[in-house]
């Protein structure tokens, strides 16, 4: 069986992409994380839905990940 290796990301983790948002930020926090992965903007706090292949492709690097609950 094939499986997609993905990174690992979970909502609150703050990541870079490879390219800056029109507004200038580079940093976006994860809002969702499923078959779409949601990012928020820091810089000017706008919202994008990328899927997850897209996601992947853009990543730069994850800059901080959430400490797993419980
Ligand atoms: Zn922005």
Not at 30 to 55: I, M, P, Q
Not at 60 to 70: D, L, N, R
Request: proline content about 6%; glycine content about 10%.
């Amino acid at each position: 069986m094939a499986f997609i290796r993905v990174t690992p990301i979970q909502v609150g983790d703050v990541v870079r992409l490879r390219k800056p948002h029109p507004c200038g930020g580079y940093d976006w926090t994860v809002v969702r994380v499923g078959a779409d992965v949601g990012l928020k903007c820091h810089t000017c706090g706008r919202r994008v839905l990328l899927t997850r292949r897209e996601f992947e492709r853009r990543l730069e690097k994850v800059v901080s990940a959430t400490q797993p609950t419980g």
